[in-house]
């Protein structure tokens, strides 16, 4: 095999000289040395640096004979097989060998130097990631700048220089609303300074009151200061903190009313608000006449309804359905004569086509929003069976005057003196036929009025026709009844709607059936709501009952604010 | 028995020990034990009305927050110095890796679960994104360096370079003899670069269809008599040493800019959270 040495040299005018050495020879050594068949003057050599060798199969062996090798192809070597008609290209420090074959069949090594550097210098550009993309810094910095003056800048410069009297949003701080207003303040969205009045200011009582102008304190500032409990160390920690920042409280409107919590209603404030003062307020207020309550499952007090304890007297009094008091109304009316199925009311009331029996409905009826119930009205509910008809005069009936002893004691001093057809059955023992029987529409039972004053003696008289259901007494001298005082809302302080029980039997609650007096006071206790109702944490199956849903902190006559969503569920 | 220890430490001293393995996982366990704190402390404590970053426990929990991923944030100037010891470099990104995990508990239970489209989730989203892009970094540099390394076959970056230089050497000079059209696909191969594209070329698949595999398979088309000529034979050798170098490299670039890729998302995504964080804080108190 012939190697063929081509050197090419660059004369200074820029002109390639080449020379071709044929080398016949299985072997051709490289190095610094001056007798290598291939002498390379560079430093980086080894003065005996690789041999080039033929193979039988016509390839070629290029090995390294010192520590140090080669590159074929650019990849570091210190042995390597190349075939001539493929070629490849050695570099041997700063000078390249290029294998390529002859036609001839020689192999040729084009010899040249390397003219400086060009290595490395676009390394960066071709493997790193820099340059391909803007840089980390640039990038970093604008989009911190882009964060700060979108979400920072702008608002606070909108905010500083807006016009007070301008009721109008402030652009760019709607991306601070940390969420939706509830419900009652929708039409503040987007209107922040309307709360946020002055920056880094908490939002004041004062600022709430500007539009709430009717809510009232729960009770005297002095009172609601001693009532508060101090809380535990880390309250007083926390609030110590929070007054350092200028923050209100305790009992500012904010500590029970959080805003932003998201749309719709806002939600009642929690039990624990309540418990914070009526937990242990007996502890601090010693003259209250509230019982401690800090749940209604576990620590409640009995219920304490305001009834009349006295005859004819109007006065309400508190008093705990623990003591069982019996209610002075002035009136007389068993419930469980009137609600026996078998007794003769019920066989009156089928009579006069009012069902099989009484029910609580006949008389009870409720007020429209459905929370109470009407008066007994004696007109409507008792007269179309304790009738007040003492005479008729053709078809017209003669009544006594209801609610108007005066007036009853007159009409029956001129009523005549023969009873009336009516009264005949009453007054003779016997019975008549037709309409006027005891099975008839007008047949009316009511006590002898044998006419006079006499009769109104008797009408008043306890066993009399007034004296059924009226207690009587007299007044100055005169014939008259107990008032009577019927109580439309016995809870005061609390609040029950019998529309939200609708579902439930009366009898669940109002043990009417079994009472034989109108002095019992037929309301349910605090055992009996909590068959229900326990507090704000109730296990499953039981109905959760925070002090809202029957307390408000502002009270007001009507449902507590705790309620009113429930509601409209 | 004490020397057996002393030689024992000092054999782990010697022993490479990475920055997620660091002293037996000490931050690991930290971040644990600090997540595991929060967690108790958010069940535990009952605010009203609700958990939010407006309670005691959510100050708290911000506070903790905010310093955390200022202190995290500044790894880009501590790694600038190196150092030994307790305080080493290698503490510091191990600590910097299982705090900054540590953080999706601590923020996530200063929101109280409460994210809505404002500046305060903006912050949130941001710090899952820094969080994000950190696992994927911790991810591919636990992955790709094998890979890396594989495909280098010992060859530097210069190397590589320069082994594709010297294969379009001995293209052009191979392709001397050529005719014009064999010419013309040569020299689109040689305009082939390996780092030809953006992003997501870099990112794209290595094995991709270029000039230089166009020009093979036009060598391969070869007619009978010309597919015999010395000439054509070598310089479609050299053109398929090409692709293979071409390959090569574009793998290379390609595990390359996975190494990199989230570092362009993690700082400059740090550097937005540190903005929106300062517009979270000061945004809260202003609209208090």
């Keep these: ?569 | 028995m004490a020397r057996v220890q002393r030689q024992t430490g000092r054999q782990l001293d010697s022993d490479h020990e990475g920055f997620l393995r660091h002293r037996r996982f000490r931050w690991l366990k930290t971040a644990l034990v600090l997540c595991g704190i929060a967690v108790l402390a958010y069940a535990l404590t009952d605010p009203q009305p609700r958990p939010n970053g407006g309670t005691w426990l959510g100050y708290t929990l911000g506070t903790l927050g905010a310093g955390l991923i200022v202190w995290l944030a500044l790894l880009g100037v501590r790694k600038r110095t190196m150092t030994r010891g307790a305080w080493s470099l290698k503490a510091w990104t191990s600590a910097h890796v299982y705090l900054g995990l540590a953080l999706i508990v601590v923020v996530t239970l200063h929101t109280g679960f409460q994210l809505g489209w404002n500046v305060h989730s903006l912050a949130y989203v941001l710090m899952l994104l820094v969080i994000a892009s950190g696992i994927f970094g911790i991810v591919v540099y636990a992955v790709l360096p094998a890979a890396l390394s594989s495909n280098r076959e010992e060859m530097t970056q210069p190397q590589m370079l320069e082994a594709l230089r010297a294969v379009d050497r001995q293209l052009e000079d191979a392709a001397q003899p050529l005719e014009r059209r064999w010419t013309e696909a040569v020299l689109a191969a040689l305009a082939e670069s390996a780092a030809a594209g953006g992003l997501w070329q870099r990112l794209a698949s290595a094995n991709r269809d270029g000039a230089t595999r166009q020009a093979i398979e036009a060598f391969n088309r070869a007619g009978p008599d010309e597919a015999a000529d010395p000439a054509l034979i070598r310089v479609e050798a050299l053109l398929q040493r090409r692709a293979a170098q071409l390959g090569r490299m574009r793998r290379h670039v390609r595990l390359k800019a996975l190494l990199e890729i989230w570092l362009y998302v993690h700082v400059p995504a740090t550097f937005a959270l540190i903005a929106a964080l300062t517009a979270h804080v000061i945004s809260v108190f202003y609209y208090w």
Excluded at chain 1, 247 to 257: E, L, R, T, V
Excluded at chain 1, 413 to 423: D, K, L, Q, W
Excluded at chain 1, 442 to 448: G, I, K, L, Q
Excluded at chain 1, 499 to 505: F, G, I, R
């Design chain 1, 1 to 569: 095999m012939t190697f063929r040495l081509r050197t090419v040299e660059t004369t200074a005018q820029g002109r390639a000289i080449v020379r071709d050495r044929d080398f016949a020879g299985s072997r051709v050594t490289i190095g610094r040395a001056a007798d290598n068949n291939l002498h390379l003057p560079d430093l980086a050599l080894d003065p005996r640096h690789a041999a080039i060798s033929a193979r039988d199969d016509g390839r070629i062996v290029v090995e390294a004979l010192g520590s140090l090798g080669f590159t074929l192809d650019g990849r570091q070597q210190t042995h390597a097989v190349i075939a001539p008609q493929t070629g490849g290209e050695l570099q041997f420090g700063s000078y390249r060998i290029t294998v390529s074959s002859e036609a001839d069949g020689a192999v040729l090594l084009t010899v040249g130097q390397v003219a400086g550097s060009e290595a490395a210098s676009d390394e960066k550009a071709v493997f790193a990631l820099a340059g391909r993309l803007p840089g980390k810094r640039l990038l970093s910095w604008l989009l911190g700048l882009a964060v700060l003056i979108a979400f920072l800048a702008v608002p606070v410069y909108n905010n500083l220089t807006r016009d007070p009297a301008a009721k109008q949003g402030i652009k760019g701080d709607a991306a601070w609303s940390s969420g939706p207003l509830s419900l009652a303040h929708h039409q503040l969205e987007g209107q922040c300074v309307a709360c946020h009045v002055k920056p880094f200011e908490p939002v004041q009582d004062k600022t709430c009151l500007t539009c709430h102008k009717d809510v009232h304190d729960h009770a005297a500032p002095q009172r609601i200061a001693g009532a508060r409990a101090p809380g535990s160390a880390g309250d007083q920690l926390q609030w110590r903190i929070a007054h350092s920042f200028g923050k209100p409280g305790p009992g500012a409107c904010s500590d029970c009313h959080t805003e932003h919590e998201g749309a719709g209603r806002m939600p009642p404030p929690a039990q624990a608000f309540c418990a914070d003062c009526h937990g242990s307020l007996k502890d601090r207020l010693p003259d209250t006449t509230l019982g401690n309550a800090s749940d209604f499952g576990n620590a409640h007090p009995q219920f304490r309804p305001a009834l009349p304890l006295a005859m004819g007297s109007e006065k309400l009094t508190r008093v705990s359905l623990g003591e069982r008091p019996r209610e002075a109304s002035g009136l007389k009316f068993p419930h469980d004569l009137h609600l026996d199925p078998r007794s003769g009311v019920s066989r009156m009331a089928q009579r006069l086509g009012q069902g099989s029996s009484l029910d609580c409905k006949s008389c009870h009826r409720p007020t429209a929003d459905g929370v109470r119930f009407l008066p007994i009205d004696m007109e409507r509910d008792c007269e179309s069976c304790h009738s007040l008809a003492y005479d008729k005069v053709g078809g017209t009936f003669r009544k006594l005057r209801h609610g108007d002893v005066d007036q009853m004691i007159a009409d029956l001093a001129v009523a005549p003196r023969t009873p009336s057809p009516i009264a005949v059955p009453i007054l003779s023992g016997r019975r008549r036929p037709g309409e006027y029987s005891s099975s008839g529409p007008y047949f009316a039972r009511f006590a002898p009025p044998a006419g006079g004053i006499g009769s109104a003696q008797q009408a008043l008289s306890r066993g009399g026709i007034c004296g059924e259901c009226h207690t009587p007494s007299a007044v100055g001298g005169r014939f008259a009844v107990v008032p009577v005082t019927q109580v439309s809302r016995y809870m005061n302080h609390g609040w029950f709607t019998h529309a939200a029980h609708k579902e439930e039997k009366c009898s669940s609650c109002h043990a009417a059936k079994t009472s034989a007096s109108s002095a019992d006071l037929l309301l349910p206790d605090l055992r009996s709501c909590r068959t229900c109702h326990l507090g704000e944490n109730a296990p499953r199956g039981k109905i959760s009952s925070g002090c809202a849903m029957c307390h408000d902190y502002h009270i007001t006559a009507s449902a507590p604010r705790g309620l009113t969503p429930r509601r409209k569920e």
